[in-house]
């Protein structure tokens, strides 16, 4: 998969507007969070760069932190966590997207060369990672991709450089260090969906890394294994 990634037509923009059970940002929770943190005056393209920066940086990145509870993968639930993984975050910026008018989806792919640590490898025991999380914003007419997972503390520690959103054009993926050595590439689309595909994401992990899913993941910070 290119940072030019493969179009396509469904879920349409219509489907891709109210809140679901997992993108369920009309819940009060989320509402307080939105007046909170959204800033009164701005554009579509300025609310959105703010949320944007809001979901990559309020976030760490964490992929110890991943739930297998449905009531654990809801956005007012998200909210009371200071730890997510990409999925979780790509969630988050796509029910905000909603909450301000602006149809979005959540898009999947595995990756490899992945922000990672030895001990991260071991645990998955590959070097692939499945079903990584972007956003997908409707925007002027087209499918706009950006990926809010990696805050700028952890790209640093990485030696990476974070990744920017205008709130028009894709923000997809590190391609590469500031070394300017290959970092990051797509390897297999898994497609785009219009809430999170809880039972077919998680049936596709549990037969990839069957081991996590009998042992469980364990404790652990990707910030203190750099």
Known sequence: MSQTRLKVALPAPEECIEPTEFLNFTHPAVQSWLIENLPEGLSVAEKLQHLYYKVRDGWR?????VHLEREKCTIDFLLTQKHAYCTP?????AAFARAIGVPSRLGFGDVRNHLSSPR???HLRSENFAWHGFTELYLNNEWVACTPAF????CRKFKVEPMEFDGRSDSLFQEFDKSGRKFMEYTRYRGVYSDLPFEEMFTSLAEIYPHLFEN???PGSLYDEV
């Open 216 to 218: 469980g993941m364990g």
């Open 61 to 65: 990145y964490n992929p110890y932190t």
């Open 151 to 154: 805050d700028k503390g952890l």
């Open 120 to 122: 991260l490898i071991e």
């Open 89 to 93: 975050k790509a969630m988050l910026l």
